[in-house]
């Protein structure tokens, strides 16, 4: 089976950074996504990670460790709109994703 | 509006009947996808086609089945409802099966069964 633990929650504050971790032990691995999933909503993609190092995107980056098996989303000068559930994904060795349970994010004023 | 629609919204179905979960796409993307979503586990793969004509199990598929007659469409079918199967269903397509390949979901059928 896949083995990919990620925190079930965190609380930080509006204009901070949050960083995400995600460990993970798949058969194979090809690719890492991050997915953000407001509540009662569908997950929205964010980025995807195949190569070791830091992926940045606005104020969100991606970073990955495959010797490690290890992956971390970055959220920087946090916002309100940015409380939500963030899920690592893994591609494995039948290029199908196998998810985290997601990290609920929330961010206080 | 380009992307992935899901029917019903929502669902409260009593054991024992039959409900087919509609999902159509017009991205003309080539690989489709059912995941069910329950607190604490995250989003397992139910089923999923790679292209249209084919199907393939995912990680939990007892219970449902699906076809992909044409391109759009991916209906996932629940032949006899059991309380278990009480979750948050979510369809996904991507334009190719590969690793690469980002999924794109659907709204989501929140689906009771009692």
């Known amino acids: 089976g896949q083995n990919i633990d990620q925190p079930t929650e965190m609380t930080a504050t509006e204009g901070a950074i949050v960083q995400i971790n995600c460990t993970y032990q798949?058969?194979?691995?090809?690719?890492l996504f991050w997915y953000q999933q407001h509540a009662g909503e569908a997950p929205t993609f964010l980025s995807y990670?195949?190569?070791?190092g830091l992926e940045e995107k606005g104020r969100f980056s991606s970073f990955l460790s495959r010797s490690k098996g290890y992956s971390y989303l970055l959220l920087k000068e946090l916002q309100m709109k940015d409380s939500a559930s963030y899920l690592c994904?893994?591609?494995?060795?039948?290029?199908?994703?196998?998810f985290g349970a997601g990290t609920t994010v929330t961010v206080r004023a | 509006i380009a992307g992935i629609t899901q029917a019903p919204t929502s669902q409260i179905l009593a054991a024992g009947r039959r409900m087919t979960l509609r999902c159509t796409q017009d991205?003309?993307?080539?690989?489709m996808y059912w995941y069910r979503q329950d607190l604490g586990l995250g989003l397992r793969l139910i089923h999923y086609?790679?292209?249209?004509?084919?199907?393939g199990k995912g990680e939990v598929p007892d219970g449902y089945s699906v076809s992909r007659a044409n391109t759009d469409d991916f209906p996932l079918t629940l032949a006899s409802a059991v309380p278990s199967q009480t979750s948050v269903y979510f369809c996904?397509?991507?334009?190719?099966?590969?690793?690469?390949?980002?999924?794109?979901f659907g709204p989501g059928t929140r689906l009771t069964v009692l």
């Open positions: 990670n195949v190569l070791d």
């Open positions: 991205m003309r993307h080539n690989a």
């Open positions: 086609s790679n292209t249209a004509g084919t199907t």
């Open positions: 798949t058969s194979g691995f090809n690719g």
């Open positions: 996904a397509s991507s334009e190719g099966a590969g690793g690469a390949d980002t999924q794109y």
């Open positions: 994904a893994v591609v494995t060795n039948d290029y199908k994703l196998s």
